[in-house]
């Protein structure tokens, strides 16, 4: 079966850069979703089709994809923005989904 | 608005059957994919299966195939999930979410404990 790989955890200082990655073979044909959810919450859409921004999420959160890496970046972490984050794409087919394993970010 | 809200999760004993319900509002319900993902306590989320507009395909993750059948009522804006043999490793808050290119709205969730 098709998998998305993220790593489980990135820590980051207040003002710092995070970057969090997720591979996936299909990810030159499929585009990629990253939410962001918190304790008890639903999650909430924060990238679409690999670098698109939602009305209402922070311009400093950004996207970029390259080869069968898509990145989710977080210019000037704030406290706030700790969260689990998880990217969401499909197989080569586009009919399955599928989610990578999530990566605690920690705001130290 | 875009709401989606779920509802039937409960406690329910190993080899036993419950349905779930996702009642939309805010938009042309019969326009989109839908689809129900669950995270398990502590763990990620997982795709279970989806359905598109017309309920004319079908597509489950392969731990569920032939015990859970997704199925959708236009006319009455709602997404089912009907789950059949269930297992402890079935417990989980189980999400309908609207399946768009545009990325997905969710609902808050029901939770499904399956245990004896």
């Known amino acids: 079966s098709y998998e998305l790989t993220q790593p489980p955890s990135v820590s980051v200082s207040p003002g710092q850069t995070a970057r969090i990655t997720c591979s996936g073979d299909a990810l030159p044909k499929q585009y990629a979703y990253w939410y962001q959810q918190k304790p008890g919450q639903a999650p909430v859409l924060v990238i679409y089709k690999d670098s698109e921004r939602p009305s209402g999420i922070p311009e400093r959160f950004s996207g970029s994809s390259s080869g069968t890496t898509v990145t989710l970046t977080i210019s000037g972490v704030q406290a706030e923005d700790e969260a689990d984050y998880y990217c969401q794409s499909a197989d080569s087919s586009g009919t399955l989904r599928v989610f990578g394993g999530g990566t605690k970010l920690t705001v130290l | 608005e875009v709401q989606l809200v779920e509802s039937g999760g409960g406690l329910v004993q190993p080899g036993g059957s419950l349905r779930l319900s996702c009642a939309a509002s805010?938009?042309?319900?019969?326009?989109?994919?839908m689809s129900w993902v669950r995270q398990a306590p502590g763990k990620g989320l997982e795709w279970v299966a989806n359905?598109?507009?017309?309920?004319?395909?079908?597509y489950y993750v392969d731990s569920v195939k032939g015990r859970f059948t997704i199925s959708r009522d236009n006319a009455k804006n709602s997404l089912y999930l009907q789950m059949n043999s269930l297992r402890a490793e079935d417990t989980a808050v189980y999400y309908c979410?609207?399946?768009?290119?545009?990325?997905?709205?969710w609902g808050q969730g029901t939770l499904v404990t399956v245990s004896s």
């Open positions: 979410a609207r399946d768009d290119s545009s990325g997905w709205y």
């Open positions: 359905i598109k507009q017309d309920g004319s395909e079908k």
């Open positions: 805010g938009f042309t319900f019969s326009s989109y994919w």
